[in-house]
Every structure is written in structure tokens, then in C-alpha cells.
């Protein structure tokens, strides 16, 4: 019954773990996407004028 027990934290901790890093990537390709869209933005700015 232990080693059942275990075995099942092990995987909800490996899932948080998951969680964590798909959040982060999450928050990263967000940022990066959103650098990318305020520098296409400007560049239109500056070729306008």
C-alpha cells in the first residue's frame, strides 16, 4: 500500500514539474512574440513618415 502511494506522488510531482515548464515556455514564447510584434509595429511607424 506504501509503495502504491508512492509511486503516485512521484507522478503528481513529475506533472507539477510539467506544469511549471509549460508555463514558463508559455510566458517566454508570449514575450517573444510580443518583441516581435512591437518591432514590426515601429518599423511601419518609421517607414510611414
Known sequence: MK???K???D???FCVEQAILIK???V???GVMWA???EYKFR???NRW
Open 3 to 5: 509503495r502504491n502511494n
Open 7 to 9: 509511486r503516485l506522488d
Open 11 to 13: 507522478r503528481g510531482l
Open 24 to 26: 514558463f515556455l508559455g
Open 28 to 30: 517566454w514564447f508570449i
Open 36 to 38: 516581435f510584434w512591437r
Open 44 to 46: 511601419n511607424e518609421v
